[in-house]
C-alpha cells in the first residue's frame, strides 16, 4: 500500500517507495546507480574521506526490499559501483552481503558510464537486457519504447500548501521510465532540468520516492 | 623608544594635530609582547596602532614585511591602506604599504610573496592562506608587529578562532612578534586580552579616553509603526528629514532584505532626488566599490547599508547615524553610534527607528542601557575543534609537521590553551584518517606519517583542494544574480540558492535597489532583466541574526510590569495594553502561552523571553514532543522573545511540553535527528575539511556530483554516533544553537506558572512572528500528510488520478 502502480508498454510494474521497480510477473526486481564504494573513490582520487559507511547502508537497504519481495531476478541498472577500483576495493563483509543475496536467483548488472566492464563479483554482465516487452539500460535513448533506465538520478520537488519537499523520483511516461539513483551517496537532477523535459512527453508522471510513493505530474 | 622622529611630530604639528595621550602610551609599550587598546572609535585608534612601526622604520628602513595588520573586513584593509598611505608619503617615509585580501588579483599575490611590502593589510582568511604556503617563513621573515584591528568583533568569531591559531604559528616563524590589539569599548577586556596575548604570557591593556557621552535618541514619527515587520517604511519620511538636515548619515539596518526595501521605499520617497547609495555584503564587488568611492569623495547624502558598514572604516563626515530597527545588543548600538563624527571628543549623534511597536520597546529599553552604560557580554566558549581541524590541514600544506610540536604551538592560543593531548590528536587522527570506527581506505589517508615521525600529505595536489576551501566563514550558497545579455551582462550581487530555485520566470524581486525580472538560471547563475511590472518578491539573503541579549530582554520584561508607558510613545503603549486586553503580557516569573488558528493551521506562541538560541531549541523540544502526541507540527521560528510553532492540530493542554526532566531525557535523542542539528554539523564539517565547498572542477555541471550533507550525517548518526564530527556538532549545538542552560533558567523561573490563553486569532504581541525570517521546518508525519494531500490534489486537477494506483 506504500507502492505505486505503473503500467508500461503493456508490464504491470510498481514502483516502491524505497527507489526499487518491482515486475510482479517477472518476479524481477530494479535498481539503479548504487554507487557503491563511492567513499572510497573519492579518498582515493585525493578528494575528502567521508564516512566509510554508504556501501553498507545502501546493501542495507537493498536486503530488506529482497526479504520483502524475494524476487527470482534482480537487476542492477549500471553505476552499481563508483568505478572499476571500487568494485574491486569492496570490503569482505560487503562482498559476503553480495553474494548472500545473489544466491538463489539471477543477478544481473547492467554496465553503466561509471563501471562499464566486468567484475569479479558473481552474477551476468550486460550492456543492456530486453525481457518480453521491457529493455533495461544505464541511458536513456531518445525514440525508445519501453525502456527502463537509470543514470540521471532524477528528483522531484513539490510545493505544498506548506513547504516545498524535494525527492528522489521515478519519472515516467508511456514510453520509459528513469529510476531515482538507491545509492546511499547520491545527488539528484532536478526534474525541470532540460535534459529530462526533453527526454519526458508532457504527460509524464514524476513518483516521489520516501515512506511511501507519491505520483504526481512531472513537475517541469 | 622615546623621542619620536622629528618628521612624524611635524606631521602633526603641520596639522596643529596633537599626539593623543594613549597614542603616546602605545609608543611607549612598543616592546611588549601583547598591548591591547581598547578606544573610541574616531579616537585615532590605528594611528596608534601604526605609530611604534613608523617610528621604528622611519628610524631603521629596511626591507621585507614589519607589520602584518589583520582585519575583518576587506573594506577596512582597503580603507586603512588610503589613510595610511597619504600621511606615510606626506612624512616623506619610504614605506610600502599593500594590502591583500580576496579581492586582490593573483599577480598582485604572487609578487607580494616574492617581494613582501613593509605594511600588509590583510584579513584572517588571506593570513591562513598565506601561512600555508611553503615559504610562509620566507614571506615573514623579520616581521615585528601584528596589529588586529576591531579585535573584539573577531573574538566573537570562529573567524578570531582561526586568526588566533595562525598568531601561534606566526609566533614561531618570528620569536620576536609583538601582538596589538584594537578594540571598541567592550564588556570584558580581560576576556580579550587572553585571546590576543600568547597563553600564558599576560597583556597590557590600555584605556583610552572614551570621550563625550554619544547624543542618542529614538525618532519620533507622525506616521505609527505598524504592529509588524522590519521595513520601518512608516519612518520613510521623517528619516528623509533628517537626510536633509545633515551632511551625511549612515542608515543601519540589521538584515540585508531590510536594507534591501528600505533603501527602495526612499527612493520612491526622494522627491529632491538626494543622493544615496546602498551597500551590503551581497551586492556585486563593483557595486560596492562605487558606492564606497562615492562616499569618500563626499558625493552621497546618505547611504542604507548593513553590519558591511559596522567596523571602523573611516567615511569622513559622518554626522549622523540611523539604526532602523531594533539593536538587540547593547554593546553593537553603541559602536554603530561610534560611526558618527569621527572627530575626537566631539559626542557622536544618532536616531534609533524602531520597525514596529515590539521594537519601540525595544529601543527604550537600549536607550536606558546606554545611558547608564550596562553593556551586555557573553561568556566565551573553548575554542572549536573544528577550526583546530582546519588549521591542522594548513599546517599539512605548508610542510611536514611533527605532532608535539604542533600541540605545543595551538595551545598557546588563548582559547585553545586548555585543549587536551588526547583532544588534539582525536583531531589529528580526523585530518588524517578520517577517525572512523570502520578502518577504511588506509591506503587514502590524507595525512601519512612518516618513518621520522613528521606527518605530511599523502598527495601533495591535496594542498590545492584545501586552499580552496580555507576559512571560517559559513556563507549559505548563493547565487550570481547577472543582467541577462548576449555575453554576460552586468554582475548584480548574490541571492540565497534557496530563495533562487522559488523563483519562477516572470517573478520580480530587489537587488542593489532595483527590481528585476526572473528570466531563468545559466549556468548556476540567475538571468534578470530590468523590469517592473509587478510588486517585487523579497530576495532572503541570509543577513547576520543578532541576539537580543539577557539583559536587554530582562529590561523588557521589567517594563511590561508597569501599570502604563510614559516614557512610550502612544501608540505603543496602546498596543501594549490592548495585548493586556485581549491576552496578557509575559512576566518574569511565568510562562504565557498563546494558541490560536490563523492561515489554515493551528499555531502555539511561547513567550519564553530566553534569547533567539534558546527559544529556537525550545522549538525543537516542543515540536519533538508535538509530534509524539499526534499534533502534527510542520514547523517553528525563534526570537529572542517567543516561539511560534505552527501545526495541523491543536493545542489544548501545554502542561505536559514544559515538563523539564521529561525535555532534559528526550535531549540527546533528539538532538540526533532535527535540522538545526544538520545545520550546525553542516557547517562544521565544512570548515574541519569533511564538505569541500569549492573543487577545481566543481559547479560545472551541477549534477549528481554533490549529495546534501543531511545524509552524511544521517550516515555517522547511524553508524559512528561517537565521531569527532557529530561531537563538534554537539559541542558547537550546547554552546552555541542549543543553550540549553537558558531553557533550564527559563523553566526554574517559571517554576510549572503556565498560564494558557486560547485565543480565535493571532494577538498584538504574536503577530510580528509571523513575519519572521529563518523557518524551521519540521519532518515528522505532517509531511507525509501534505505530500498525500498535495499529490491527489494534482492528479485531480490534471484528470490522471485513474492513471495510477496503489498496489
Known sequence: MNNCSLSLAGADLVALGSGALWWPAERLLCVSDLHLGKSERIARRGGTILPPYETRDTLLRLTDDLDRMNPATVICLGDSFDDLDAARALAPEDQTTLTRMQAGRRWIWIEGNHDSGPVDLGGTHLADLTLGPLTFRHIAQTGARGEISGHYHPKASLTTRARRITRAAFLSDRDRIIMPAYGTYTGGLRSHDATLTALMRPDALAILTGPRAYAVPMPR | ?807
Open chain 2, 1 to 807: 623608544m622615546s623621542a619620536i622622529p622629528p618628521i612624524i611630530t611635524g606631521w602633526f604639528e603641520k596639522r596643529g594635530w596633537e599626539i593623543h595621550p594613549h597614542q603616546r602610551a602605545m609608543l611607549e609599550r612598543a616592546d611588549n609582547p601583547a598591548t591591547l587598546l581598547i578606544a573610541p572609535t574616531g579616537g585615532g585608534k590605528t594611528m596608534a596602532g601604526f605609530l611604534p612601526t613608523l617610528v621604528d622604520l622611519a628610524e631603521t628602513p629596511r626591507a621585507g614585511m614589519h607589520t602584518l595588520y589583520v582585519s575583518p573586513l576587506k573594506a577596512l584593509a582597503a580603507d586603512i591602506k588610503r589613510n595610511l598611505t597619504g600621511p606615510v608619503a606626506e612624512m616623506g617615509l619610504d614605506i610600502r604599504i599593500e594590502d591583500r585580501t580576496g579581492d586582490t588579483s593573483a599577480t598582485q599575490k604572487k609578487r607580494q610573496r616574492v617581494d613582501p611590502p613593509q605594511i600588509l593589510l590583510t584579513t584572517p582568511e588571506s593570513l591562513a592562506l598565506l601561512i600555508s604556503y611553503e615559504d610562509a617563513p620566507r614571506i615573514f621573515a623579520g616581521l615585528k608587529r601584528i596589529v588586529i584591528d576591531e579585535i573584539h568583533a573577531l573574538s566573537e568569531s570562529k573567524r578570531g578562532d582561526q586568526l588566533f591559531l595562525a598568531l601561534s604559528r606566526l609566533q614561531t616563524l618570528c620569536p620576536d612578534l609583538r601582538r596589538v590589539g584594537l578594540s571598541a569599548t567592550v564588556d570584558d577586556p580581560a576576556a580579550i586580552a587572553t585571546l590576543l596575548a600568547r597563553h600564558p604570557a599576560p597583556c597590557d591593556i590600555l584605556l583610552a579616553d572614551p570621550g563625550p557621552a554619544p547624543n542618542i535618541q529614538m525618532l519620533t514619527t507622525e506616521e505609527r509603526p505598524p504592529w509588524a515587520g522590519g521595513g520601518a517604511a512608516h519612518a520613510i519620511p521623517a528619516v528623509l528629514e533628517q537626510v536633509k538636515a545633515h551632511k551625511t548619515t549612515l542608515i543601519f539596518h540589521n538584515t540585508r532584505a531590510q536594507a534591501e526595501i528600505f533603501f527602495h521605499n526612499l527612493w520612491l520617497a526622494n522627491d529632491d532626488s538626494l543622493p544615496i547609495g546602498i551597500h551590503h555584503g551581497s551586492l556585486d564587488k563593483t557595486q560596492r566599490q562605487r558606492v564606497e568611492a562615492a562616499m569618500v569623495r563626499g558625493e552621497l547624502r546618505a547611504i542604507v547599508c548593513t553590519g558591511s558598514l559596522d567596523l571602523g572604516i573611516d567615511w569622513g563626515d559622518v554626522d549622523l547615524v540611523i539604526q532602523i530597527g531594533a539593536p538587540k545588543n547593547v554593546k553593537r548600538l553603541v559602536q554603530r553610534i561610534g560611526r558618527a563624527n569621527h572627530r575626537y571628543n566631539a559626542p557622536s549623534k544618532a536616531l534609533l527607528v524602531p520597525a514596529n511597536r515590539f521594537e519601540v520597546v525595544e529601543c527604550v529599553a537600549a536607550l536606558e542601557a546606554v545611558r547608564e552604560g550596562d553593556l551586555d557580554g557573553e561568556p566565551r566558549r573553548p575554542g572549536p575543534r573544528d577550526v583546530l581541524c582546519q588549521h591542522i590541514l594548513i599546517a599539512a600544506c605548508a610542510g611536514p609537521f611533527d605532532a608535539d610540536a604542533l600541540y605545543d604551538e595551538v595551545t598557546t592560543a588563548g582559547a585553545y590553551a586548555a585543549l587536551t593531548r588526547a583532544e588534539f590528536d582525536e583531531s589529528l587522527d580526523f585530518c588524517a584518517t578520517g577517525g572512523y570506527a570502520l578502518a577504511a581506505y588506509d591506503r587514502w589517508q590524507r595525512l601519512k606519517q612518516r618513518p621520522d615521525g613528521l606527518w605530511q600529505l599523502r598527495d601533495p595536489r591535496a594542498t590545492q583542494r584545501i586552499r580552496m576551501n580555507l576559512g571560517t566563514i559559513q556563507d549559505t550558497d548563493t547565487l550570481k544574480v547577472r543582467l541577462r545579455r548576449n555575453r554576460g551582462g552586468k554582475p548584480l550581487g548574490e541571492i540565497e540558492e534557496g530563495f533562487a530555485a522559488s523563483l519562477t520566470p516572470g517573478d520580480t524581486f530587489l537587488i542593489g535597489g532595483q527590481i528585476v525580472r526572473y528570466e531563468g538560471l545559466r549556468e548556476m547563475t540567475v538571468e534578470v532583466t530590468r523590469r517592473a511590472d509587478k510588486k517585487p518578491k523579497i530576495a532572503t539573503f541570509a543577513g547576520t541574526k543578532f541576539a537580543t541579549s539577557t539583559q536587554l530582554s530582562d529590561r523588557i520584561l521589567r517594563m511590561f510590569q508597569q501599570d502604563n508607558w510614559p516614557e512610550l510613545p502612544p501608540h505603543t503603549a496602546e498596543w501594549l495594553a490592548l495585548q493586556r486586553d485581549v491576552s496578557r503580557l509575559p512576566e518574569r516569573g511565568r510562562l504565557l502561552i498563546e494558541s490560536f488558528p490563523h492561515d489554515g493551521r493551528e499555531h502555539t506562541c511561547v513567550y519564553g523571553f530566553a534569547g533567539r538560541n534558546a527559544q529556537q531549541t525550545l522549538g525543537l523540544l516542543l515540536t519533538k514532543r508535538m509530534e509524539e502526541i499526534g499534533l502534527h507540527p510542520l514547523g517553528f521560528v525563534a526570537t529572542d522573545y517567543a516561539t511560534l510553532i505552527w501545526g495541523l492540530d491543536r493545542l489544548n493542554d501545554p502542561a505536559p511540553l514544559f515538563d523539564l526532566t521529561a525535555l532534559q531525557d528526550g535531549l540527546d535523542s533528539w538532538l540526533a535527528g532535527n535540522a538545526v542539528m544538520k545545520r550546525t554539523f553542516r557547517a562544521s564539517a565544512t570548515i574541519a575539511g569533511l564538505i569541500e565547498r569549492n573543487t577545481p572542477s566543481a559547479r560545472k555541471s551541477g549534477r549528481q556530483a554533490t549529495f546534501s550533507s543531511d545524509i552524511l550525517y544521517d550516515t555517522l548518526q547511524k553508524y559512528d554516533p561517537t565521531h569527532l564530527m557529530l561531537k563538534i556538532t554537539r559541542e558547537e549545538a550546547h554552546t552555541g544553537l542549543v543553550d540549553f542552560g537558558r531553557i533550564e533558567e527559563m523553566v526554574a523561573r517559571i517554576q510549572g506558572r503556565i498560564d494558557h490563553k486560547r485565543l480565535s486569532r493571532v494577538t498584538p504581541l504574536a503577530a510580528p512572528l509571523l513575519l519572521e525570517m529563518g523557518r524551521v521546518p519540521v519532518e515528522g508525519a505532517a509531511e507525509e500528510r501534505l505530500l498525500a494531500e498535495e499529490a491527489e490534489r494534482l492528479l485531480e486537477t490534471a484528470g490522471i488520478a485513474d492513471l495510477t494506483g496503489t498496489a
